[in-house]
Structures are given as C-alpha cells and as structure tokens.
C-alpha cells in the first residue's frame, strides 16, 4: 500500500501561483509515477500532469490545458511530489488529487488515464477568482 497526503490547496486571486504538496508513504518502491488530477464541481476527473517517482524514470507529463503554467517538482529525499501553479485562471478551480502508478506504460499518455493509477490521495480544493 501506498499513503498520499496532499496539502496546499486555498483560495487565490487569477494570476497568483500556489504549490501543492504530495508526500508519499508506504511501500512507496513500487511505485512508477507520481500524478496529479483535478475534479470541478459537476465535472470528470481530468489528467494535469505526471513524473516519474525514480529519478532515472524518464517520464514527466502535461496536460495541454497546463502546458507552460504547471510544473511537478520531486523531492525523492523527502518522498514528495510538488504541483507548482503559476498563472492560476478561474478555470482551475477544482479539488486536485495526487496518485500512485505501480506500473510502466508506454507511451507516457496511457499516465493521463485515471484507471491506470492504483493509489489516490483525499484532495484539497484550490479555488481561483476573478
């Protein structure tokens, strides 16, 4: 099993930056990657972003909504993941989520696939207004 506890989550005006944390524990090994999802209210669970958890893992990801904006800093000493959001639009309002991948897929797309991450962590809510 693996344990996600995400923090950092608030409520910021559009054009602020906030990061969010990710920290990992358990049997924290058998994981492959790191990603991050959000959920709007009324909404699916769409992909933000994706890294892999060993250094000489080779996959980072991004969805295209956050291309340029977001990115997913690692600390491997301190089993944490980060999601840095710069530029921050109302449209990204949502409870972001970070989860655990045990297993490789390629290409690093199939990471955006909600179905193939076995571990989830409880949300914080990020809101954005205008």
């Known amino acids: 099993q693996v344990q996600l506890v995400e923090s950092g989550g608030g409520l910021v005006q559009a054009g602020a930056s906030l990061r969010l944390s990710c920290a990992a524990s358990?049997?924290?090994?058998?994981?492959?990657?790191i990603g991050w999802f959000r959920q709007a209210p009324g909404k699916e669970r769409e992909f933000v972003t994706t890294?892999?958890?060993?250094?000489?893992?080779?996959?980072?990801y991004y969805a295209d909504s956050v291309k340029g904006r977001f990115t997913i800093p690692r600390d491997s000493a301190k089993n944490t993941v980060y999601l840095q959001m710069n530029s921050l639009k109302p449209e990204d309002t949502a409870v972001y989520y970070c989860?655990?991948?045990?297993?490789?897929?390629?290409?690093?797309?199939?990471?955006?696939?909600?179905?193939?991450?076995?571990?989830w962590g409880q949300g914080t809510q990020v809101t954005v207004s205008s």
């Open positions: 989860a655990a991948a045990r297993y490789y897929y390629d290409p690093p797309a199939y990471y955006s696939r909600t179905n193939n991450y076995d571990y």
């Open positions: 358990g049997r924290t090994f058998s994981t492959y990657c």
């Open positions: 890294i892999s958890w060993s250094r000489n893992g080779g996959i980072i």
